[in-house]
């Protein structure tokens, strides 16, 4: 569903909109993803995620974040910052501050394409989330790895390109399914790939 334009101009194209439970909200959202850390069995680091993980919407949608858990951010994969681009062309280089616990982002998605995001902060362990707007098509259609970018063009890496390459987020299977969840992964998938350093 599509906000009037007044409203959309709240929703910055590329710092999107910060908001807490105590205000109101300049649009009301068309989909939520929560931000969440998950105690992992028997490892010492937890898991780091967007529930869903991945969705389908549809041009001029509305997303709100939630940080149902503190210390994270939403950010594209794009050239802007230093990574390969997995956000359809002419998309700004959208990034959320670091928020915490309890607050909300809302992004407009209003160009048509497969957009890759991660929580900067904890990329590396897998919090990385596929949003196709419309149709699963553009940079971010292509296998992790294949997207443009220049020599210095860093793609999603360690479990972070597990996730993006598990056969559930291929972005086919998201528009079909609507939705992925966390859960829907292969344990495989979500591995940690860095270990904390121990104390001797």
């Known amino acids: 569903m599509q906000q009037s334009t007044d409203q959309n101009d709240a929703i910055d194209p590329r710092f999107g909109y910060i908001g807490t439970d105590d205000g109101s909200k ?25 529930e869903p993980t991945g969705l389908t919407i549809d041009v001029g949608d509305t997303v709100q974040f939630n940080l149902a858990t503190p210390h994270h951010n939403v950010n594209a994969y794009h050239p802007g910052f230093g990574y390969t681009q997995r956000v359809p062309e002419g998309v700004a280089p959208f990034s959320s501050p670091i928020l915490a616990a309890g607050d909300y982002w809302l992004y407009t ?28 098509s553009g940079p971010g259609a292509n296998p992790v790895g294949e997207a443009p970018g220049d020599e210095r063009a860093r793609p999603p890496e360690y479990t972070a390109a597990l996730v993006l390459t598990d056969d559930a987020m291929q972005p086919d299977n998201i528009v079909e399914q609507g939705s992925v ?7 495989e998938s979500k591995r940690p790939m860095l270990e904390p350093v121990e104390e001797e």
């Not at 209003?110 to 149709?135: L, N, Y």
């Not at 969840?181 to 344990?187: G, I, R």
Request: hydrophobic letters at 40%; a negative charge.
């Open 181 to 187: 969840s966390w859960s829907d992964l292969q344990k």
């Open 26 to 50: 300049p649009v009301e959202p068309d989909h939520t993803i929560n931000l969440q850390i998950k105690p992992r069995e028997n490892a010492p680091l937890p898991e780091f995620y967007f």
């Open 109 to 136: 998605f209003e160009s048509e394409g497969v957009h890759d995001i991660m929580c900067a902060p904890h990329e590396v362990f897998g919090m990385v989330g596929r949003i196709v707007v419309g149709s699963a």
